[in-house]
């Protein structure tokens, strides 16, 4: 384990009996693949090229849909409502296999205002308000995944990474609402922004684990996670029951 990890955990763990983290571990234990410059954790024996992959917050960094097309050959549907995302994206040689749509993820379809983050040079704008910054928000459009789902012609999602600053949760409720089960979910938890607070992230677990999810992975920092669902385990032989926390 490197040393920066093992300091995030520390720092994690001094959150947690501060009540200012969640209490969590990996329930199941399976082959990993870290993907891109965040190392998202992915189930690598559940993703071929015929998997259908949403990558919902894409900023200016690829680097994660770059190695799921790279190592699996499967095209990556990429979101992100964003300025400064679509004019980054309009730069950049894409592969064939990523497709680009410029609007957000959230739990309806229409428009909602979009928080500019503080840090000008930063990419990291919001569907909520949780920093309350000084640049003034403004109108963008936005889809719930029932509706892309339907207008792309997919009738399951088999991976689905959410990293929308602060927007996660509603969007988590509506495909749990919709009977929609992605086969792998990455979800970046963004309680430790003001505004959203611990107990919406207790919550939002609560709700994956209750319909069905598992958590494969914590990253060291405790805020992005990763599920599998039940259903696409293929046999118990293939799950050890991991009993220390990560």
């Not at 959150?15 to 990996?26: E, H």
């Not at 998997?51 to 990556?76: L, W």
Request: proline content about 4%; charged content about 25%; some cysteine.
């Amino acid at each position: 384990m490197r040393f920066k990890d093992i300091r995030r955990r520390t720092e994690r763990f001094f959150r947690q009996i501060s009540g200012r983290d969640v209490w969590n571990w990996r329930q199941v234990k399976l082959d990993v693949f870290f993907a891109g410059k965040e190392h998202y954790a992915v189930c690598s024996d559940y993703l071929s090229s015929r998997s259908i992959v949403y990558s919902a917050g894409i900023g200016d960094d690829i680097s994660f849909d770059i190695d799921i097309i790279k190592t699996f050959g499967a095209i990556v549907y990429g979101f992100d409502p964003s300025p400064a995302s679509i004019a980054w994206i309009e730069k950049y040689k894409l592969p064939i296999e990523f497709r680009f749509f410029p609007y957000g993820i959230s739990d309806y379809d229409g428009t909602m205002l979009l928080y500019p983050p503080e840090n000008p040079k930063s990419t990291s704008f919001s569907l909520v308000d949780y920093a309350n910054t000084s640049a003034e928000a403004f109108e963008v459009p936005v889809r719930r995944i029932p509706s892309i789902m339907k207008e792309l012609g997919h009738t399951h999602i088999d991976l689905l990474k959410l990293d929308i600053e602060g927007g996660e949760y509603a969007v988590i409720e509506d495909i749990i609402e919709s009977d929609i089960r992605p086969g792998q979910i990455i979800i970046e938890f963004h309680h430790r922004f003001s505004g959203i607070g611990i107990s919406k992230t207790k919550h939002a677990l609560k709700l994956l684990k209750s319909s069905g999810y598992k958590i494969v992975y914590i990253e060291p920092r405790g805020y992005v996670y990763s599920f599998i669902y039940r259903d696409i385990i293929l046999s118990e032989k293939q799950v050890v029951v991991a009993h220390s926390g990560l």
